[in-house]
């Protein structure tokens, strides 16, 4: 990489620190000649001296057009972001400075570039054979739904934003798999300056490894100039794991037909080559396929003629788009995405997203402001960028898919863990994100879960851990599967399913969905009943850190879970059997503070005096009102913890340094004030930004390294949302947009 390509806001705070010990430097040499030289302190010195106040401070000024160049520095940054297959960022301090990679690692290149005044710059991505030099990046900024960059060369500023508008009340936009790139250039020196904009993006798309073989076409869709590739093979939905891409389906590049647009799918050297030399693309499109995507890897690459650009903004927009046809199997039946469940295909597809272009630019940017707006006066400016980088992340790990009557499924992936589908205990984590923007999608994350156990190939008392492996939802594929109890979490997810319809009830104003499924409900509160209060050794939702007997943070979910069912009780007119089960769980936590007691704390385990652990769990205690503990229980964990925060935040328990992102977050919304809070977040968000593991948001990492252990690009980031869902107030404004937008009832098309 050259030594030029540009600036990121770690290497600014740098640069200013070193222009702030210089400029204190020369000020302690002037003082020294002050007192040995007097006529120079009075002339030269004096001059010095202002002249290194007034460099500074210009030097600062142009390294900082933005204020909010400066609060974050990603470990990697979200560009394209929908589902666990159309998944890509940069991983790098500039976007520049590396080939922007799907989660999982692999290259999925992007490259752009620039011509002004006939010179080429490059301000994206890398290639294996020599590009233009870079741009200077002035600007990065990530915000919820869009991700913005700035650039500066030759007199010009370069803004690029990416907006994948995932507008969580509105699942029809939400569910089309469309990413626009706009560009504005603006001329800042005084100058018209002459500007055209090249982009293209790799074969990699498409298939799982460069091995395979590729295709590509020019479909014609009405007004649009469409480029598209596929694999040849086309293998749908028959391979499923972790560290995989999609093979099947179909990338498209979408760009409204105007004057000064073309395009090419080409050798990537041959089209990159052309432009930077010429400023034109071949005449002639590559015709050499099949072919293996790393052969002369073609690129459906697109150029921007702008024109003379002078002072007022120059805009130019694409899309980026994929059709998998068929997203998820779904017990041996293929289900559709949802934004075809009426049986729409890509080119309406693309036709609909060319439509709403401004309108969602429009409220993308509305959404986004009021969010941040939001986030800041919940927790402050660090946990509002530390939501907004976890934003799209805690989407583009599910994928939503349309049953036969068009009910909305939403299916989770564990990245790098296990690529299970449906995980019960990812669900958990990440479920203050849906409570907070749409209970329906919560609901059709839960829904599969309760269809699968209510079935009877699901025979034990507890409920599953997952339905399968990304993406086939055939049955538990987890532990002991469907044929053994031996490394199944029973009290874990069984206290998951039945925290989570409470806090779904509670979010609705009613428990509707609970009662369809109540002899579920009603078992598993049984099973916690008789298992919950001490539990065996066994595995949680932490299964990282191995089998664990007589668990207190277990034990609390079991309990706190019992005092849920005893809220859907009630709710649902059953009183005596609330009553019931609220005394019930009156009298175990009672017990449980007796037992866990540890002094100046409460245990990691009943049976394990000197231990402690971070009771996350417990608030759901505070946010579903259920009161069963006294408030000197989180008042003594959270003192106690304050005595054992490292570096990059609090561990997640005695046994390692190691903790857990989203459980960070929980166990910081237990606190008193807005600065009790904040002093957990502020080592966790130390930790986004100095983590040398550049890769989409871990929720695992150490505390007193910042390396990542396992995990990323997980769901489970959403978990950070949990503070939002404190606010009575703040959680009924938003979720409350979902259930206006609801019309009919969720089960039928919106």
Not at 58 to 82: C, D, F, G
Not at 388 to 404: G, S
Not at 477 to 486: D, I, K, M, P, V
Request: proline content about 6%; charged content about 25%; aromatic content about 10%.
């Amino acid at each position: 990489m050259n030594a030029h390509d540009g600036i990121c806001a770690r290497s600014i705070r740098a640069r200013c620190r070193f222009k702030r010990s210089t400029l204190s430097t020369l000020l302690r040499r002037s003082l020294l000649s002050r007192k040995s030289r007097r006529m120079f302190a009075q002339t030269r010195g004096r001059a010095l001296v202002a002249c290194c106040l007034v460099a500074a401070f210009i030097a600062q000024a142009a390294a900082q057009p933005a204020a909010s160049s400066l609060l974050l520095r990603p470990p990697a940054v979200p560009l394209v972001t929908h589902d666990p297959y159309f998944s890509v960022w940069s991983t790098s301090d500039t976007l520049a400075g590396e080939r922007t990679k799907h989660w999982t690692g692999a290259p999925h290149g992007m490259v752009g570039m620039v011509r002004i005044d006939g010179k080429p710059y490059r301000f994206m991505g890398q290639s294996y054979s020599p590009l233009p030099a870079a741009m200077r990046q002035v600007r990065l900024d990530v915000l919820p739904t869009r991700t913005v960059y700035e650039f500066e060369a030759g007199g010009v500023r370069l803004r690029l934003t990416f907006m994948s508008p995932l507008l969580p009340d509105d699942l029809d936009a939400l569910a089309r798999p469309v990413t626009y790139l706009t560009w504005d250039a603006w001329s800042v020196d005084g100058r018209k300056r002459r500007v055209s904009l090249y982009f293209d993006c790799t074969a990699e798309f498409v298939v799982n490894t460069t091995y395979e073989k590729v295709v590509w076409s020019r479909p014609k869709v009405g007004s649009l100039r469409v480029l598209s590739f596929g694999s040849q093979s086309q293998p749908i939905l028959e391979r499923a794991g972790d560290d995989l891409r999609i093979d099947w389906g179909y990338l498209h590049l979408a760009v409204p037909d105007a004057a000064g647009v073309s395009d090419v799918i080409a050798w990537n050297q041959t089209a990159r080559n052309s432009f930077a030399a010429t400023g034109a693309l071949p005449d002639s499109d590559d015709m050499r396929m099949p072919r293996m995507a790393r052969e002369e890897m073609p690129v459906l690459a697109t150029t921007f003629e702008l024109g003379e650009v002078a002072s007022a903004p120059v805009s130019r927009h694409l899309m980026l788009a994929y059709d998998d046809l068929y997203s998820v199997e779904y017990f041996r039946r293929r289900l559709r995405p949802y934004w075809r469940r009426e049986g729409g295909e890509a080119d309406a597809m693309l036709k609909a997203a060319a439509r709403d272009y401004e309108a969602l630019r429009r409220r993308s940017e509305a959404f986004d402001a009021e969010l941040m707006a939001d986030l800041r006066r919940a927790g402050g400016e660090e946990y509002a960028r530390l939501a907004a980088l976890a934003f799209r992340q805690t989407i583009a790990a599910h994928k939503l898919a349309a049953d036969w009557d068009g009910t909305p499924l939403f299916f989770s992936k564990e990245n790098f863990s296990n690529g299970s589908i449906a995980t019960v205990d990812v669900t958990y984590p990440s479920a203050p994100f849906f409570l907070l923007f749409n209970p329906r999608l919560l609901e059709a994350q839960l829904k599969p879960v309760f269809d699968y156990a209510a079935s009877p190939r699901w025979r034990f008392p507890f409920a599953p851990h997952d339905l399968g492996t990304y993406p086939l939802a055939n049955g538990q594929t987890y532990g002991g599967r469907e044929t053994s109890e031996a490394d199944q979490m029973p009290v874990e997810e069984s206290g998951n399913m039945l925290l989570l319809t409470a806090a779904l009830a509670r979010a609705d104003g009613h428990a509707r969905f609970a009662e369809r499924h109540w002899p579920l409900l009603k078992h598993w509160a049984e099973y916690l009943r008789t298992k919950g209060m001490d539990p065996e050794n066994q595995l949680s939702t932490d299964d990282f850190a191995g089998h664990l007997a007589h668990n207190t943070n277990l034990s609390l979910k079991a309990i706190l879970a019992l005092g849920s069912y005893a809220m859907l009780c009630d709710l649902t007119g059953r009183k005596t059997e609330g009553g019931n089960y609220r005394r019930l769980a009156e009298e175990m936590a009672a017990r449980w503070t007796r037992m866990a007691d540890d002094g100046d704390h409460y245990r990691l385990a009943f049976d394990k005096p000197g231990t402690w652990s971070q009771k996350y769990n417990l608030v759901w205690d505070k946010l579903l009102g259920l009161n069963l503990f006294p408030p000197q229980v989180a008042r003594r964990e959270l003192d106690f913890y304050k005595t054992k925060q490292n570096r990059y935040g609090l561990p997640l328990d005695s046994r390692e340094s190691y903790t857990k992102l989203d459980w960070i977050v929980w166990t910081a919304t237990l606190a008193g004030s807005r600065e009790e809070f904040g002093s957990y977040i502020a080592p966790l968000y130390r930790f986004v930004n100095e983590t040398p593991d550049r890769v989409p948001l871990t929720d695992w990492y150490g505390t007193l390294d910042g390396k990542q252990r396992g995990f990323q690009a997980r769901s489970v980031v959403g978990g950070v949302y949990i503070k939002m869902l404190e606010d009575a107030a703040l959680w009924k404004k938003w979720s409350g947009r979902a259930a206006r937008r609801e019309r009919p009832a969720s089960g039928s098309s919106p």
